[in-house]
């Protein structure tokens, strides 16, 4: 404050004396600030489907692998973890959202992403699903925008995510890169997409199989009941809450072209085809693990000449 008076208002005035009007300005503030303690805000939410958070995660994305999430706020369950050449293309998320609509039969009363463009695409589609609906949140006011450290749920996932598993991946390929095998170039990543993303998408679905059946210990600073999350989706009624999703004409979604996204898995469909030939005529078999995956990749690298 006292630089803020200086530089903003030219204003000369003791530090000594800013800090004496500031205590008697606001003590609440600056009791808190004396301190030194985050003050935690406390989440709520009205029961499974009342808002979903989705968001992209780009740590892996120095590598041309791309994931896409969203989790649950209530009962903390992940509804889709999904991996790509892209997480920053409107139509993949949307197709991402739309498949988990279908599976599910319905939609949730709102949705959350940051501002990204990637989003506007599914956050039309989930107004659009909800325009018909006569509560305090149809149509428009379905969706939510906010800043990224706002979405508390998936951001919070997220560094769960990274402890779990996504450090390994980082350092699996930091290893090819330090190595000499992987320079980042669009063709380098294509391969590695080829090699790993079926192997990545299996370890993303077992990480969702065993968060989802997990118990998650009751907390203080929120307001959502400890249990499991598959529990917690499924059965609100037994944690006094209830489902705030609305059912949906799963014909309706044929209608949204971004149902059927039409995107090679490596991304370059070009290099798809050459990557496709290369397998049959060396008779090259899928990875089924990381080893194999990694073996693939230095092979292709190897008859590729890159």
């Not at 930091?174 to 190595?179: E, F, I, K, Q």
């Not at 489902?243 to 799963?250: E, T």
């Amino acid at each position: 404050m006292w630089q803020v008076l200086k530089q903003k208002y030219q204003l000369t005035v003791k530090r000594d004396d800013v800090m004496v009007l500031l205590r008697e300005l606001n003590p609440v503030g600056c009791e808190r600030r004396s301190r030194r303690r985050f003050v935690r805000r406390t989440y709520h939410s009205m029961g499974p489907n009342y808002l979903w958070h989705a968001d992209g995660y780009d740590k892996l994305k120095p590598f041309g692998l791309a994931i896409s999430g969203c989790i649950d706020g209530f009962s903390r369950k992940v509804l889709w973890l999904v991996c790509g050449p892209t997480n920053n293309n409107p139509s993949v998320i949307a197709a991402n959202y739309l498949s988990c609509v279908r599976s599910l039969g319905l939609v949730p009363m709102r949705l959350r992403t940051d501002c990204g463009t990637e989003n506007g695409t599914m956050a039309t589609i989930q107004s659009t699903l909800r325009h018909q609906h006569t509560d305090h949140f149809a149509g428009a006011s379905s969706h939510m925008y906010g800043t990224s450290t706002s979405n508390q749920r998936i951001e919070s996932w997220w560094s769960i995510f990274r402890r779990s598993r996504s450090q390994f991946w980082m350092e699996l390929f930091a290893d090819l890169r330090d190595s000499g095998h992987f320079s980042g170039s669009h063709e380098d990543q294509c391969v590695l997409r080829f090699c790993f993303n079926e192997v990545v998408q299996r370890d993303l679905d077992e990480c969702v199989e065993l968060w989802n059946t997990h118990r998650i210990r009751p907390s203080r600073t929120a307001s959502c009941p400890g249990g499991v999350p598959n529990e917690l989706f499924h059965l609100p009624h037994r944690f006094g809450s209830r489902d705030c999703g609305f059912g949906v004409d799963l014909e309706k979604l044929d209608a949204f072209p971004e149902a059927n996204p039409s995107l090679p898995p490596c991304g370059d469909a070009n290099i798809q085809e050459y990557l496709e030939y290369v397998m049959e005529h060396f008779q090259l078999q899928r990875p089924g693990n990381w080893e194999s995956a990694s073996e693939l990749y230095l092979r292709l690298k190897e008859i590729g000449q890159l």
